[in-house]
């Protein structure tokens, strides 16, 4: 009886160790599962708190790119390379620190360089003109310079009242009423600028100008020339710009278009825009302004804006037709397999990705995989700023790039293959963005004419962005088309140094047309002499 007592306890005891480990064995399952949950929870907070970093510095952070220094902290390239590089003499000689040096103010001949100027003498008054010991009348002698002052006078318009002379012949009006053949002339008048309108060119030039150079909207206008005594409404400012835009810009846009075609490098961008009134589309759809320019190929150089409803990539084949050479972009997909089209992607966008996945504070720290990256693209960067200060020719810039270049690219490749990023960081964005793309990041190396970057087609594209803070959308198709190509003439004055206005009214004044051949609309492109003779200095 005690043995089976004692048996049964012993079952009992091996029935609860049993029971135990089953209970133990899910609790460890339990603990594993909640410290997976955990990592998980802690894998999200740091992506969290790293989108909230990367959301508060492009909210109220710097948007310069510019890396930060400290004096005498190494980079993560070792000056011992560059030290190697220097003569025995000049590496055990003393350092020198360079005096800092304060530039030069700029005198006020430079300031007003180009502006008209004029001599104002203040007489004397009567009482000074009568010697105050004797009362003889004082004889002038001369004048003394006492300043120089800048005056400003407000614009101001007129109406013309255009009036056409008429003559006859007095001979023929003599003869008898039989015979009377009296010959009448009328002097010819110039075309007008629109029809049934008081719009000039000038007028219109100073529209054009005051939105898309100075990007104050229409109403804003409308409201500055109710201060000048003129009531032009908003609706009438927008219809001069339309008809301007689509009878007489058009026709220099496309010869501009035709003579971009016919470039070997190209670069290209393009930013989101609002058009309210598209067909069958909501008003708060995205439709989209293309910027094409030529690169940097020593030509003069040519900005084309072009508006379309979508991003999607017909509009970038539609566009550049028949053109085949390189093209500078960013890595939009939209680029991808062009026909006979090479892609060169933009070694600025690839380092802004690393730099958005730089820890905050962690600018300087060097063990920082992000901040590695950064120090790689600085480096190039650096090449490329040498090259130009050097005033090398293009084939001395593919050879200095080869050289100089090459050797940090296949290291910089290799540290890309060799991260093993977190998923879901923005340093895992910016790894894979390098990967997908590599090939074009390297296609810059075959030919010194490519550009290292997209920085020049962003910094055409810039005034559009600047603009459409200021009067945020279009209000139709027509609108859209219209802005982008009196965007093109802006920037096309601007980039070849010209006034804006002056330009946009010596357009107006010669109202190009669709008749006139290539070599006609070839006078009135911003690089012709006597366009930069007429259209250059102050209006």
Not at 331 to 356: K, M, N, T
């Amino acid at each position: 009886m005690a043995k089976s007592v004692k048996d049964s306890r012993i079952m009992e005891q091996k029935d609860t160790i049993s029971q135990l480990n089953m209970v133990i064995s899910s609790q460890n399952e339990l603990i594993t599962s909640l410290r997976s949950t955990v990592e998980e929870c802690n894998a999200t907070i740091s992506g969290l708190r790293e989108q909230v970093e990367y959301l508060t510095r492009k909210l109220f952070g710097t948007s310069s790119e510019k890396s930060k220094t400290v004096a005498g902290q190494l980079n993560l390239f070792d000056e011992a390379e560059q030290e190697a590089q220097l003569p025995e003499e000049e590496a055990s000689a003393e350092t020198v620190m360079k005096e800092h040096t304060r530039s030069a103010r700029r005198t006020n001949n430079e300031t007003f360089k180009g502006v008209p100027s004029r001599d104002e003498v203040i007489p004397l008054s009567d009482e000074q003109r009568r010697c105050a010991d004797c009362g003889s009348e004082m004889e002038v002698i001369g004048k003394e310079f006492v300043r120089q002052e800048f005056r400003f006078t407000p614009a101001k318009g007129e109406v013309v009242n255009i009036y056409r002379e008429t003559a006859k012949c007095p001979r023929c009006s003599t003869l008898s009423a039989m015979a009377r053949n009296i010959r009448f002339v009328k002097a010819n008048v110039p075309e007008a600028l629109i029809p049934h309108s008081y719009a000039s060119a000038s007028a219109a030039a100073w529209a054009m100008y005051q939105k898309y150079a100075n990007s104050m909207p229409l109403y804003r206008q409308e409201q500055d020339w109710k201060q000048m005594g003129v009531p032009f409404s908003r609706a009438t400012l927008a219809n001069w710009i339309i008809y301007c835009a689509m009878n007489y810009l058009s026709p220099l846009y496309d010869y501009f278009h035709r003579e971009l075609l016919k470039r070997q490098f190209l670069m290209a961008d393009e930013t989101r825009v609002q058009v309210l009134k598209e067909p069958e589309r909501k008003a708060e759809t995205d439709s989209f302004m293309w910027l094409f320019r030529s690169g940097e190929d020593g030509l003069p150089v040519i900005i084309l804006y072009k508006y379309t409803e979508t991003r999607a990539k017909f509009n970038a084949v539609e566009f550049l037709g028949e053109f085949r050479g390189y093209l500078e972009t960013d890595c939009y997909q939209g680029y991808d397999s062009l026909p006979g089209i090479i892609r060169c992607c933009c070694w600025a966008h690839l380092r802004r990705y690393f730099v958005e996945a730089v820890p905050k504070g962690k600018e300087l720290d060097y063990s920082n995989p992000a901040a590695q990256a950064v120090q790689y693209c600085n480096k190039l960067f650096e090449y490329e700023r040498q090259s130009r200060e050097k005033g090398h020719t293009f084939d001395q810039r593919k050879e200095y790039r080869l050289q100089k270049e090459k050797p940090v690219l296949d290291a910089f490749w290799t540290w890309v293959s060799s991260q093993a990023p977190k998923k879901g960081t923005r340093f895992e964005k910016a790894v894979n963005y390098a990967q997908n793309h590599k090939e074009q990041f390297m296609t810059y190396l075959e030919d010194g004419r490519c550009s290292f970057s997209n920085n020049l087609s962003e910094n055409s594209i810039r005034p559009f962005t600047v603009g459409r803070k200021n009067w945020l959308f279009s209000d139709t198709p027509k609108g859209a088309e219209a802005s982008a190509t009196v965007y093109t003439m802006v920037e096309m004055a601007r980039a070849h140094g010209l006034n804006i206005y002056k330009y946009l009214k010596y357009l107006l004044e010669r109202l190009p047309s669709t008749k006139m051949t290539d070599s006609a609309l070839s006078k009135l492109a911003p690089w012709d002499q006597d366009v930069i003779a007429s259209c250059s200095g102050a209006m």
